[in-house]
């Protein structure tokens, strides 16, 4: 990109570029150890790419807090800027689709693993990766939303495309206190479901029913093993959690229910027994937000900036600086932390 610079006018909101500039950076020498730390660099040490963005909001992730801390092995390839998403403005572009000053926004696609990700005040990126940010909606309030809230309407998506709706019956959501979880509950409830938050954190309860809940339960009911088929009780079902929790929830399905599957925080297994498809016809249907198809994340992204509040937005994101994210790491690894986490990058 930086040898095919683009020549097209500035279409307003670019702002003046940074000689250095700050970004959270992983390292793994031969034989040394890992670690993360807050660095300043220039752009020259910035991977080539088609379109340089000025990042100025990124967000904290469980998949990010896994990259900073090294407990799974998440980044592939080193050094690595961690950050699944990012927004920001187009700085240069060689791609004629992007020109500079256009708001633009990216989930997944391997970035903050296989490629330098949005915990930095500069990003590179393939210009097929970008959206336009929507009409109307801020890049704080897109990370706000993020690749979990982003992740959470696919997920609507998917029990709608099953034939999911709210006289089918109420819905379960697990891990209802993460960044999926909270904005699942608040998209459903919206859409007039009758919600059910799973949680770890009773005291969270309030929280949970302003975001739409109709009722809260512990997750602990969920989270043990459990008999292959239990009491029908859901229509369907948002798992964040996977492992026994995914199985119960599947065991605890109504005849017909859907359940739609993104997360592993309990584990990546799934100790469960084929009687809920058969016997009950379950759907259980995988939701990958990474390399989601261009159509289906612009109507993600359109539908959310329609169909999500910034009221919800404001009551379930914490800002934070650069400066603060790798404390911060290991708290949303234990569960201490609630909603989502935005990170301004310029401050």
Known sequence: MRSQQSSSSNTGGVPTPLAQFNAIRITKPDGGQYGAVLDSLTQA???????????????????????????SPVVRKFPMVPGIDFAGVVEESADPRFQPGDAVLLNGWGTGEVSWGGLSQYATTRADWLIRLPAGMSAEQAMSIGTAGYTAMLCVMALQSHGLAPESGPVLVTGANGGVGSIAIALLSRLGFLVTASTGRMEEAPHLQALGASAVMDRHSLS?????????????????????????????????????????????????????????????????SVYAPMSRRQTAWDRLAVELPASVLGSNTRLIGLSEVIPLANDLLAGRVRGRIVVDVNR
């Open 45 to 71: 040490d910035l991977p080539d790419g088609e379109v340089l963005v000025r990042v100025s909001h990124s967000t904290m992730n469980y998949k990010d807090a896994l990259a900073i801390t090294g407990k």
């Open 224 to 288: 043990a093993q459990g008999k292959p088929l239990q009491k029908e009780n859901w229509a369907g079902a948002v798992d964040a959690v996977g492992s026994h929790t995914l199985a119960n929830v599947l065991a605890t399905m109504r005849y017909g229910g859907v359940v739609a599957a993104c997360g592993l925080a309990q584990g990546m297994d799934l100790p469960a027994s084929v009687a809920p498809f058969i016997l009950r016809g379950v759907s259980l249907i995988g939701v990958d």
